[in-house]
């Protein structure tokens, strides 16, 4: 039986609780307990598997938080040959703070939904003793917060991600690449990002970590409007960017906008795979606990 909390996965009702801890503890919670069924083994970002409690399995091996939750006992199997650093690149530039109409109002934008996504995903690492590094992007700085594991690293990175805010543009190659030095070649590391603005930097600083000793993703952020083009009427666009404006006639301009949309979302998945860098797309609009299941399924393939 799966445990899905909606009231509080549900992306427009996570939008409006200002709680960042509390969130990303609800949904890694959440997201744990339905795991147990789940055939996913592994270290760094796999989650292994659940199992119920059998007769000679060591006391210290039952989750007694999952107990408390449950009133079953359920032990947790893992197939790990050591701890691994899962890092977390944020893209933080203007185009991050689009989001969706047709969201509930003071829905989140894109880098709201990364704040949340990584510190749930960063949780989930160090429940299992991965260690999380940070390293939040924009042209006002560079949020780095150097890989540890345990729970009060945890909420470290929790708090930056508080403070983390957008910038106008993506910073320059060299200057990722100088703040990317300071990552270790062991692990896994995950960029989430539009890609709109800048993309061959972005692409350049995931080709630069690019190792045999280490998985590289690229997490393309997309809202629902992006992919539907769900506009009636004139419109009036604005890049976040360079604050160039539009107007144009929705009905006249849908063709055109999805046909482009898809020759860059494929040009993007190409890219990123000729260079072993797995693309994995994002729907900002949907259950967060969705996105981490695929996510492991896509996880699990490329291994």
Same mark, same amino acid.
């Given at each position: 039986?799966?445990?899905?909390?909606?009231?509080?996965?549900?992306?427009?009702?996570?939008?409006?609780?200002?709680?960042?801890?509390?969130?990303?503890?609800?949904?890694?919670?959440?997201?744990?307990?339905?795991?147990?069924?789940?055939?996913?083994?592994?270290?760094?970002?796999?989650?292994?598997?659940?199992?119920?409690?059998?007769?000679?399995?060591?006391?210290?091996?039952?989750?007694?938080?999952?107990?408390?939750?449950?009133?079953?006992?359920?032990?947790?199997?893992?197939?790990?040959?050591?701890?691994?650093?899962?890092?977390?690149?944020?893209?933080?530039?203007?185009?991050?703070?689009?989001?969706?109409?047709?969201?509930?109002?003071?829905?989140?934008?894109?880098?709201?939904?990364?704040?949340?996504?990584? &510190?749930?995903?960063?949780?989930?690492?160090?429940?299992?003793?991965? $260690?999380?590094?940070? =390293?939040? @992007? +924009?042209?006002? #700085? /560079?949020?780095?917060?150097?890989?540890?594991?345990?729970?009060?690293?945890?909420?470290?990175?929790?708090?930056?991600?508080?403070?983390?805010?957008?910038?106008?543009?993506?910073?320059?190659?060299?200057?990722?690449?100088?703040?990317?030095?300071?990552?270790?070649?062991?692990?896994?590391?995950?960029?989430?990002?539009?890609?709109?603005?800048?993309?061959?930097?972005?692409?350049?600083?995931?080709?630069?970590?690019?190792?045999?000793?280490?998985?590289?993703?690229?997490?393309?952020?997309?809202?629902?409007?992006?992919?539907?083009? &769900?506009?009636?009427?004139?419109?009036?666009?604005?890049?976040?960017? $360079?604050?160039?404006? =539009?107007? @144009? +006639?929705?009905? #006249? /301009?849908?063709?055109?906008?999805?046909?482009?949309?898809?020759?860059?979302?494929?040009?993007?998945?190409?890219?990123?795979?000729?260079?072993?860098?797995?693309?994995?797309?994002?729907?900002?609009?949907?259950?967060?606990?969705?996105?981490?299941?695929?996510?492991?399924?896509?996880?699990?393939?490329?291994?």
């Amino acid at each position: 039986m799966l445990f899905v909390m909606h009231t509080l996965i549900n992306p427009a009702l996570l939008a409006q609780l200002k709680d960042l801890p509390l969130v990303a503890k609800t949904v890694a919670q959440g997201f744990l307990y339905g795991m147990h069924t789940s055939q996913q083994r592994g270290s760094g970002m796999e989650f292994s598997q659940y199992r119920a409690y059998e007769p000679g399995d060591p006391l210290s091996n039952i989750d007694w938080k999952l107990f408390a939750r449950s009133d079953r006992y359920f032990v947790r199997e893992a197939e790990r040959e050591s701890n691994i650093q899962v890092w977390f690149l944020i893209d933080a530039s203007a185009s991050m703070l689009q989001q969706s109409s047709v969201s509930v109002k003071g829905a989140w934008h894109k880098l709201d939904y990364a704040k949340h996504l990584v &510190a749930t995903m960063s949780y989930l690492a160090q429940q299992q003793g991965d $260690s999380v590094g940070l =390293l939040g @992007l +924009s042209s006002h #700085a /560079a949020e780095l917060l150097p890989a540890h594991s345990g729970y009060q690293h945890w909420q470290k990175t929790v708090l930056h991600l508080a403070k983390l805010e957008s910038g106008t543009m993506f910073p320059s190659l060299d200057f990722i690449q100088q703040q990317l030095a300071k990552v270790r070649e062991h692990g896994v590391i995950i960029m989430l990002s539009d890609f709109y603005e800048n993309q061959d930097e972005i692409i350049g600083a995931l080709q630069h970590l690019q190792s045999p000793r280490t998985d590289v993703i690229g997490m393309q952020l997309i809202s629902q409007d992006e992919l539907s083009f &769900a506009y009636k009427g004139l419109v009036h666009f604005e890049d976040r960017e $360079s604050k160039q404006r =539009l107007t @144009l +006639s929705a009905a #006249a /301009a849908k063709k055109a906008y999805l046909d482009n949309l898809s020759n860059f979302n494929l040009g993007l998945q190409n890219k990123l795979q000729s260079m072993g860098i797995t693309h994995y797309q994002v729907n900002i609009d949907e259950p967060m606990d969705a996105t981490l299941r695929r996510f492991l399924k896509v996880r699990a393939k490329s291994l």
